[in-house]
């Protein structure tokens, strides 16, 4: 492996990560504030990336000013999902019937787009598709590049709406010690449901960067979340930090491993981090103490 | 089977209905009646098929009855719910087509010993799975059928990869409709012999400390159940009938593709079917294999090879999630029941009453409540306490 192949898998590891953060994010926000583990995510980012398609291809727009209507769009779902379905089901069985749910939801979709759209491959064409720069030898897409903005900006936005604002301290609140919060006087519902709207956001984004240098098919998603989930338990289940930085970590290894191994066994390393987690460090390395039961 | 209202009701209504050893023996004329009527719709339905795919389709539906049966050893039982069993199906698939194909061992010998590797693997596997509950495992077993399919898609020249692995049929000089016949006794059988199993661990304490994890499992490991022993013979007793299952059906079928048999959906399609019947029954998986099984052949029919029938599946999901978790097997029980005599509370009782039935029945009035009376009537005791547990849910 020469050098310039080495730094060439590792920015395109690093660009990869960022995608996988802002996605694992949001799983985390789920599994924050509702306990629940939302499979259906990744069904929604190819749904975000249809949309884009479709209105770049048959409309005309470019995909990234769709982010306009897909972002409040995702966000408004968001919202409904939880206080008409996922409230519905019973406290007891939440965290089972709730996957079962999602799952049900994914397949939904994945139903839906193949019907709507076919099942054939799509991807988006344009005018800047074929430019990349270089550095030191590395050829970078630009298209990669902008995916990467899009996810570390919307990152940092979820970062500073969590921190600095009112909200997001009644988030974070909510997500720490629903009783205790309520006690204070957050209304923790209120706030779970917008926690989930905000978490359904980041697939709306992710799908729009996913879009710009990805070829979509309806059953993508099943290659989407199966290495969230294992980002999500390696980082520990409910700790966003820990999301992003096993998000990087695997996304760096797939890509370096796809040098020598090739894509299909690359792919491999989320699931050997999973199992190696669960028997090192069942609650993940990040994780706190929401980690334990789940 | 015993469930919650039958056993719990009996003292009650022995004094004002039947008598525990009328009901009982009503009940085993019951069973035998349905024992029978199933042995013959399952050995004329053969002859009685109009046409070849109509009998390959009750081929297919009583695979499915099968894989959801297995399902249910794990599901059912301990409420570990598995989205990823289609890992097994596929594993003893692939493990019988490749067991033919390299070593030429006969058909069903290869069948067995591919059984025999699905319960080998299933041991560090499930030792890795088990070590987390709820959403995590559910995560895990995913995860499990995704890398699968990785490695069978990747690994071309072990497995024929996408290209698909052609199984020799075990019959080569049948034709189509009998090798189909041949195919549904040997499902049938194979499901008989889980539903027996099935039943004998319902009533075993085995059984009983399963259900406890079910119920609560940081309680049931206080009182000193094995939990992850019993989880773990759980998972390789639902594994091994799963990949048993994927074995026969490569037999059956003769061709293999990865795409199709380590899928997600086969998962789901297990989950589906045995929360749909009802996971806490004996024969919920079954019913609900007949009704998706019916429901998915009718929809090829219908839409062909669109995704229309993912929508159905998803929708279908969804409701049962939302509005039936429990199946359909304690509604409609529940929906006879309101027809049947109703069982009386002891609080809709005056004291005056209560205190003559007792008499009739020759015990006081403080020992009904030390439950010697039920000793007494030969009412099953030990039965009493998993009902409790199970009205909880």
């Known amino acids: 492996m020469t050098g310039s192949l080495l730094l060439q898998s590792l920015i395109l590891g690093v660009l990869l990560g960022g995608l996988y953060a802002l996605l694992a994010a949001g799983l985390t926000l789920y599994f924050g504030v509702m306990r629940v583990v939302m499979i259906a995510h990744a069904a929604f980012l190819v749904l975000a990336a249809y949309l884009a398609w479709f209105a770049n291809s048959r409309l005309g727009i470019d995909p990234l000013l769709t982010l306009v209507v897909t972002v409040p769009l995702f966000f408004g779902i968001g919202v409904l999902m939880q206080r008409l379905l996922i409230k519905r089901l019973r406290p007891a069985t939440l965290t089972m019937m709730s996957v079962l749910l999602t799952f049900a939801i994914a397949l939904f979709i994945e139903g839906l787009v193949g019907f709507v759209w076919g099942g054939t491959q799509r991807r988006i064409q344009l005018s800047y598709s074929s430019a990349s720069i270089e550095i030191f030898g590395a050829r970078i897409a630009v298209v990669k590049l902008i995916a990467f903005g899009l996810a570390a900006l919307s990152l940092l936005a979820l970062y500073l709406l969590m921190k600095h604002t009112r909200f997001g301290q009644a988030l974070r609140a909510t997500i720490q010690h629903p009783e205790a919060a309520q006690l204070v006087g957050i209304k923790t519902e209120g706030v779970a449901g917008l926690g989930f709207g905000l978490g359904l956001a980041t697939a709306a984004l992710g799908g729009t960067a996913l879009s710009l240098d990805a070829t979509i098919y309806p059953s993508l998603h099943w290659h989407w979340i199966g290495p969230l989930m294992a980002i999500i338990v390696v980082g520990g289940l409910g700790s966003i930090p820990g999301a992003a930085i096993a998000a990087l970590v695997l996304g760096v290894g797939q890509s370096l491993l796809q040098v020598p191994l090739g894509t299909t066994w690359a792919q491999t390393i989320f699931y050997v981090a999973l199992f190696v987690t669960l028997m090192v460090r069942p609650q993940g390395f990040f994780g706190g103490r929401l980690a334990q039961r789940f | 089977m015993p469930n919650a209202s039958s056993t719990l009701a009996a003292p009650e209504r022995a004094a004002t209905a039947a008598t525990p050893t009328d009901r009982s023996r009503r009940r ?134 996408s290209n698909g692995l052609v199984v020799p049929r075990p019959f ?222």
Not at chain 2, 198 to 215: M, P, Q, T
Not at chain 2, 267 to 274: I, K
Not at chain 2, 312 to 322: C, E, F, M, S, Y
């Open chain 2, 28 to 161: 085993k004329i019951a069973t035998v009646v349905a024992l029978i009527v199933a042995a013959v719709v399952v050995g004329i339905f053969p002859a009685a098929a109009p046409n070849a795919y109509i009998l390959s389709a009750g081929v297919v539906i009583l695979s499915y009855a099968c894989t959801a049966t297995s399902w249910n050893f794990m599901g059912g039982f301990t409420g570990y719910i598995s989205l990823g069993h289609a890992a097994w199906f596929g594993l003893g698939a692939y493990g019988t087509g490749i067991l033919v194909r390299d070593l030429g061992l006969p058909s069903f010998v290869a069948w067995a010993l591919a059984g025999v590797v699905v319960a080998i693997i299933t041991v560090p596997i499930g030792i890795a799975a088990l070590r987390v509950r709820g959403a995590s495992f559910v995560i895990v077993s995913i995860a499990f059928v995704l890398i699968l399919l990785l490695v069978f898609q990747g690994w071309g020249s072990f497995t024929g990869g």
């Open chain 2, 172 to 393: 080569p000089d049948l034709m189509r409709p009998v090798h189909h016949q041949v195919f549904f006794y040997l499902f049938a059988a194979l499901l008989a012999a889980m539903l027996v199993l099935w039943w004998a661990i319902n009533r075993s304490r085995f059984g009983i400390g399963l259900k406890a994890i079910r119920e609560d499992e940081d309680k049931a490991e206080a009182l000193g159940i094995p939990t992850r022993n019993y989880k773990l013979v759980a998972y390789i007793i639902s594994a091994t009938f799963t990949g048993l299952a994927g074995g026969m059906y490569a037999l059956w079928f003769g061709d293999l593709d990865p795409i199709f048999q380590f899928s997600i959906l086969l998962g789901s399609y297990m989950v589906l079917m045995a929360l749909l019947g009802g996971i806490r029954h004996l024969l919920g998986p079954l019913v609900g294999a007949i009704i998706v099984g019916i429901g998915l052949e009718v929809f090829k029919l219908q839409f062909g090879d669109t995704q229309f029938h993912l929508v159905a599946t998803g929708l279908l999901l969804a409701l049962v999630v939302l509005f039936m978790p429990d199946g359909i097997i304690p509604a409609l029980q529940a929906g006879i029941k309101r027809f049947g005599p109703q069982s009386s509370s002891i609080r809709e009782m005056t004291a005056g009453e209560l205190a003559e039935r007792n008499r009739a029945a020759g015990v006081s009035g403080a020992s009904v409540f030390a439950g010697r009376k039920a000793e007494r009537e030969g009412v099953e005791n030990e039965d009493a306490t998993t009902p409790t547990e199970e009205e909880k849910r």
